[in-house]
């Protein structure tokens, strides 16, 4: 039994760490509250970040650091060549650690790519697909679109022979164009394409998706229809893990007697996320800056005061701990997904149904059950269709990032 009291002992999966607040673009369903905001992290904050991890036993063989929260270019390559050379002096010894980096790729120049080539760095692109759909959103503070930017940094990573993934927002107005959308991946040459559905998270209150249910369906069918038919040309993250969960559902984790499906996002001290200046904290990283009567502001420390561990103990932690748990208990008991899906995303429960013990989402439906239940009606439709998915899509699911990386 590890100290956090789960079999078997965790490890952090992630340590999400934002170098800065500030984003230098606008896109219009943004969540996060300081995006203007220009500190950044100090290079004891990160060292702090890295050594807590060591010291509390979280850093596992493998770790992947995420550099996320706000744009991570927006701050210069010397910061990144100090802070992974600083993490790799304190978790190098123990762990083999990836660094992840999401971006909007506007900034991308070739002293950039000399950073990703020389520390391996994995890169996931922010985009939403063709100029027409992703310039409705992602724009500048003036209000222009970015799109014509973003190729630019797609050639310039392709000119290094970078590899990278696409992360793209899909709100009402992709639905109804599912193959602009899938035509664009493929023409571009860009293999692992992750949606994140249009969710309603801190400042952006709204899901454009709210009552297009029965269009999202008819999306998904479409994308896994082109994906098979391209022969895995494009995978789509949330087809993928919905076909990897067909074949084998989540394996699972004890807690006081219990057991539950893994699912990071609801296991204490999975993910760590740490802001700028050093505060921390756990579950879903959307949770951290926002505020709520009950839960304060969701951080459990700070990296200067106090470890990561230690901060399980506080009445604060234990009370967040308790409503996650309460929410994967009724989702234990009252959805037929549970097995895989183990409880679903805290931060969507509490932005979307204002309640951590809640249920079902407008986020679990359109990332979680909708994409299960269309992967399983093709295959039981089709049986050659499970030959062309197991091809397309058995291989490509590892390539990405799960949604909380979004
Ligand atoms: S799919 Fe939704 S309701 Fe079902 S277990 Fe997951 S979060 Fe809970």
Redesign the pocket.
């Known amino acids: 039994m590890s100290r956090v009291g789960i079999t078997p002992a965790p490890s952090a999966r992630l340590l999400i760490l934002q170098p800065t607040p500030f984003c230098n673009i606008d896109c219009d369903y943004c969540y996060l509250p300081d995006r203007n905001a220009t500190q950044r992290m100090s290079m004891e904050t990160v060292r702090l970040a890295a050594q807590r991890l060591l010291d509390d036993g979280l850093a596992g063989a493998e770790l992947t650091v995420v550099w996320h929260a706000g744009e991570p270019l927006a701050v210069p390559v010397d910061y990144y060549r100090q802070a992974f050379e600083i993490v790799h002096r304190v978790l190098g010894p123990d762990s083999r650690v990836t660094h992840a980096i999401q971006t909007n790729a506007t900034l991308i120049d070739p002293t950039w790519c000399e950073l990703f080539k020389q520390h391996a760095v994995r890169i996931g692109v922010s985009i939403d697909g063709p100029a027409e759909l992703h310039d409705l959103h992602r724009r500048t503070r003036r209000g222009r679109g970015t799109h014509a930017r973003v190729m630019q940094g797609l050639q310039q990573l392709r000119e290094h022979d970078i590899a990278f993934h696409a992360i793209a927002v899909v709100t009402r107005d992709t639905l109804a164009h599912a193959d602009a959308f899938f035509d664009f991946f493929l023409d571009n040459g860009i293999h692992d394409v992750g949606c994140n559905f249009d969710e309603a998270e801190g400042k952006h209150a709204h899901s454009s998706l709210v009552g297009r249910e029965t269009a999202h369906a008819a999306f998904l069918q479409r994308l896994l229809q082109r994906s098979i038919v391209s022969d895995g040309r494009v995978v789509v993250r949330e087809l993928a893990s919905a076909w990897q969960l067909v074949a084998e559902p989540l394996p699972q984790y004890a807690w006081r007697g219990r057991h539950w499906p893994d699912n990071a996002q609801v296991m204490p001290l999975a993910l760590i996320s740490v802001t700028w200046n050093g505060d921390f904290s756990t579950f879903s990283p959307e949770l951290l800056g926002h505020r709520s009567d009950e839960f304060g502001d969701f951080i459990l420390g700070n990296v200067t005061d106090g470890s990561y561990v230690e901060a399980l103990q506080s009445q604060h932690m234990q009370r967040l701990w308790s409503a996650v748990s309460a ?1 994967v208990e ?3 008991r ?5 097995a895989y ?5 805290p931060a969507n ?1 509490w932005f979307e149904n204002g309640d951590l013990a809640s ?3 407008l986020y ?2 359109s990332m ?2 909708r994409p299960f239940d269309i992967v399983l009606d093709r295959l039981e439709r089709e049986r050659t269709a499970a030959a062309h998915i197991e091809g397309a899509y058995a291989t490509g699911v590892c390539n990405l990032p799960g949604p909380e990386m979004a």
């Open positions: 929410g009724a989702c234990e009252q959805c037929s997904y549970f899906c183990g409880g679903g995303a429960k249920t079902e989402t679990c439906r979680i059950q």
